[in-house]
């Protein structure tokens, strides 16, 4: 029987797989990672080329990409970016919640109108033929998830959208349709029965009006964390991919994936705005533990759709549009290159991590108003938030794009702190000396010699907390990776993520690999270390990918 425990008896099995030496009470100076070096068992499928996407409001959609008179070289270059690192391009989701206020006009000449009242609420959102050549501004092969409106239970007005957007962008774009954003939020105070009784039909009718004959739909969209203990009526009861597919979404076999939404923290309510803090947000025990209420749903998914069906379609750090020196510092860098790889580490196929902006309408008591969000990877445009610019958070999705590479046969295992042979993580309570400062993946690829003895790719992260405000040394860790080199003498090489400190919030910075990305495009020299001892020392608030 599968099972997710919160019960982490693992002690033992950590202490024997690392040895870990205190420098103090919280702070290790050193980590043996002690083997075995083989193929773990819970190692990933190999890695989705695209596993680290985005979701786009809606209705912020052209001030990303401009449009095709004024194209947004800055939006362009930092998508191209990712593009070349993997050779395919990360995929776009358009939604969020104004998609559930969003028309098609076929006669309107703008690309995209917003009409904001008296108060400045966005109120709604419509899209004119034009709009699909901004999507179009994207790299070349990028692939679309359109989000249709369901909570206007307006059922013509869904498929006028579908068919424009079919029409405009064609069926080798669109990657799948979504029919509805965090309908588990909604007014009507959907369950998954009612939602399915409108939405499975929904998307029988839609196929056939587009003649197609093939799963194009991702079911969910929802946006309440599980409940745990998972397996408990009340937990059972909760509106999400599991109970919409038990409730028969699938019946017209038209599901191809499953999404969820994550928000670790929130400033949408004063209740929860205080623990939304940086030192809470960077830590890999908080994150893992987040993460794992999704096991069990990702498990049952994957066993009816397949084991690509489970996504994240929309996630950051902070709902309601994050929190000023949290979501945009160095610290969120760490943080998304962490979730994404954990998240990747559970079997989810894809991540999108959003881009938006406060939206009046969202919550009357949230923090944020106007402008655009502070956990965007950038601003496109100049705003009450700030200028034009890119924040240190984008160099977390270059590290991911370059450790997968253009190999498609990539796989994926947290390797410290792990995991129990149950599933669940491995927390401090239960032999993670680091107390979730520390985290190591192991890349293992098929298609290389003896790729089921050792890795290719290690990526190692130093999540405690530096401030370039603090008046101490920095401090490190030295990791020694001996055990999964396939050579005693084995030289590697070095890549790493780094700024000044967690708190920082320029992007000219933060470097990888030596090189800033500020303007778009990659500036400065790249910087490659060798190390030929097997001890790779990474300092508190940085990353480094170790290859061979």
Same mark, same amino acid.
């Given at each position: 029987?599968?099972?997710?425990?919160?019960?982490?008896?693992?002690?033992?099995?950590?202490?024997?797989?690392?040895?870990?030496?205190?420098?103090?009470?919280?702070?290790?100076?050193?980590?043996?990672?002690?083997?075995?070096?083989?193929?773990?068992?819970?190692?990933? !499928?190999?890695?989705?080329?695209?596993?680290?996407?985005?979701?786009?409001?809606?209705?912020?959609?052209?001030?990303?990409?401009?449009?095709?008179?004024?194209?947004?070289?800055?939006?362009?270059?930092?998508?191209?970016?990712?593009?070349?690192?993997?050779?395919?391009?990360?995929?776009?989701?358009?939604?969020?919640?104004?998609?559930?206020?969003?028309?098609?006009?076929?006669?309107?000449?703008?690309?995209?109108?917003?009409?904001?009242?008296?108060?400045?609420?966005?109120?709604?959102?419509?899209?004119?033929?034009?709009?699909?050549?901004?999507?179009?501004?994207?790299?070349?092969?990028?692939?679309?998830?359109?989000?249709?409106?369901?909570?206007?239970?307006?059922?013509?007005?869904?498929?006028?959208?579908?068919?424009?957007?079919?029409?405009?962008?064609?069926?080798?774009?669109?990657?799948?349709?979504?029919?509805?954003?965090?309908?588990?939020?909604?007014?009507?105070?959907?369950?998954?029965?009612?939602?399915?009784?409108?939405?499975?039909?929904?998307?029988?009718?839609?196929?056939?009006?587009?003649?197609?004959?093939?799963?194009?739909?991702?079911?969910?969209?929802?946006?309440?964390?599980?409940?745990?203990?998972?397996?408990?009526?009340?937990?059972?009861?909760?509106?999400?991919?599991?109970?919409?597919?038990?409730?028969?979404?699938?019946?017209?076999?038209?599901?191809?994936?499953?999404?969820?939404?994550?928000?670790?923290?929130?400033?949408?309510?004063?209740?929860?705005?205080?623990?939304?803090?940086?030192?809470?947000?960077?830590?890999?025990?908080?994150?893992?533990?987040?993460?794992?209420?999704?096991?069990?749903?990702?498990?049952?998914?994957?066993?009816?759709?397949?084991?690509?069906?489970?996504?994240?379609?929309?996630?950051?750090?902070?709902?309601?549009?994050?929190?000023?020196?949290?979501?945009?510092?160095?610290?969120?860098?760490?943080?998304?290159?962490?979730?994404?790889?954990?998240?990747?580490?559970?079997?989810?196929?894809?991540?999108?991590?959003?881009?938006?902006? !406060?939206?009046?309408?969202?919550?009357?008591?949230?923090?944020?108003?106007?402008?655009?969000?502070?956990?965007?990877?950038?601003? !496109?445009?100049?705003?009450?938030?700030?200028?034009?610019?890119?924040?240190?958070?984008?160099?977390?999705?270059?590290?991911?794009?370059?450790?997968?590479?253009?190999?498609?046969?990539?796989?994926?295992?947290?390797?410290?702190?792990?995991?129990?042979?149950?599933?669940?993580?491995?927390?401090?309570?239960?032999?993670?000396?680091?107390?979730?400062?520390?985290?190591?993946?192991?890349?293992?690829?098929?298609?290389?010699?003896?790729?089921?003895?050792?890795?290719?790719?290690?990526?190692?992260?130093?999540?405690?907390?530096?401030?370039?405000?603090?008046?101490?040394?920095?401090?490190?860790?030295?990791?020694?990776?001996?055990?999964?080199?396939?050579?005693?003498?084995?030289?590697?090489?070095?890549?790493?993520?780094?700024?000044?400190?967690?708190?920082?919030?320029?992007?000219?910075?933060?470097?990888?690999?030596?090189?800033?990305?500020?303007?778009?495009?990659?500036?400065?020299?790249?910087?490659?270390?060798?190390?030929?001892?097997?001890?790779?020392?990474?300092?508190?608030?940085?990353?480094?990918?170790?290859?061979?």
């Amino acid at each position: 029987m599968w099972f997710l425990s919160t019960v982490l008896p693992c002690v033992a099995l950590a202490s024997a797989r690392h040895a870990l030496m205190p420098r103090d009470g919280t702070t290790l100076s050193k980590l043996v990672l002690s083997g075995p070096a083989s193929l773990p068992m819970d190692a990933t !499928p190999p890695l989705n080329p695209a596993l680290a996407s985005f979701s786009i409001e809606t209705a912020f959609f052209e001030e990303y990409m401009g449009n095709q008179s004024y194209p947004n070289t800055l939006s362009q270059n930092l998508f191209e970016n990712l593009k070349e690192r993997t050779g395919v391009p990360a995929e776009v989701r358009i939604g969020g919640i104004t998609a559930d206020s969003t028309f098609w006009d076929p006669n309107q000449e703008a690309a995209l109108y917003n009409f904001i009242d008296g108060t400045g609420a966005l109120r709604n959102t419509t899209l004119g033929p034009q709009f699909w050549n901004s999507v179009k501004l994207l790299p070349e092969g990028t692939k679309i998830v359109m989000t249709l409106d369901l909570e206007s239970l307006n059922y013509t007005g869904a498929l006028d959208m579908a068919e424009a957007a079919w029409k405009g962008l064609g069926s080798r774009q669109i990657s799948r349709f979504e029919i509805g954003n965090e309908p588990d939020q909604y007014y009507l105070n959907l369950d998954a029965q009612n939602y399915t009784a409108t939405w499975e039909p929904w998307t029988v009718n839609i196929s056939k009006a587009l003649g197609i004959n093939y799963p194009e739909f991702q079911v969910g969209a929802t946006a309440i964390d599980p409940l745990w203990p998972y397996n408990t009526p009340q937990a059972d009861a909760q509106f999400d991919c599991v109970s919409a597919l038990a409730a028969g979404a699938n019946d017209g076999h038209t599901v191809t994936t499953c999404s969820e939404h994550t928000y670790q923290y929130s400033v949408c309510d004063p209740i929860r705005a205080p623990v939304a803090t940086l030192t809470n947000l960077v830590n890999h025990t908080r994150l893992a533990e987040y993460l794992d209420l999704w096991q069990p749903r990702i498990h049952s998914v994957r066993t009816q759709l397949g084991p690509d069906a489970f996504v994240i379609g929309e996630f950051n750090s902070v709902s309601c549009s994050g929190r000023a020196n949290v979501s945009n510092t160095f610290g969120q860098a760490m943080w998304l290159l962490d979730t994404t790889l954990y998240a990747a580490s559970i079997n989810v196929s894809c991540v999108y991590v959003h881009q938006g902006g !406060p939206l009046a309408l969202q919550s009357s008591t949230q923090l944020n108003h106007g402008g655009l969000s502070l956990y965007n990877l950038w601003y !496109p445009v100049d705003n009450q938030n700030g200028p034009i610019q890119v924040f240190p958070s984008y160099s977390a999705y270059l590290f991911v794009t370059e450790a997968i590479g253009h190999s498609r046969s990539l796989r994926l295992s947290n390797i410290f702190p792990g995991r129990q042979a149950n599933g669940s993580s491995i927390t401090t309570a239960a032999g993670d000396p680091s107390a979730g400062q520390i985290s190591v993946y192991g890349f293992w690829d098929e298609i290389s010699a003896n790729s089921h003895d050792y890795p290719t790719k290690l990526a190692l992260l130093n999540l405690e907390i530096y401030n370039q405000t603090d008046s101490y040394p920095r401090p490190n860790i030295t990791i020694d990776i001996s055990a999964y080199l396939p050579k005693k003498t084995q030289e590697v090489m070095v890549k790493r993520l780094t700024a000044p400190g967690a708190d920082v919030i320029l992007a000219n910075a933060t470097t990888w690999s030596g090189q800033t990305f500020a303007s778009g495009v990659a500036e400065g020299n790249i910087v490659e270390e060798k190390v030929s001892n097997g001890q790779v020392v990474i300092e508190a608030s940085s990353a480094a990918l170790v290859y061979w």
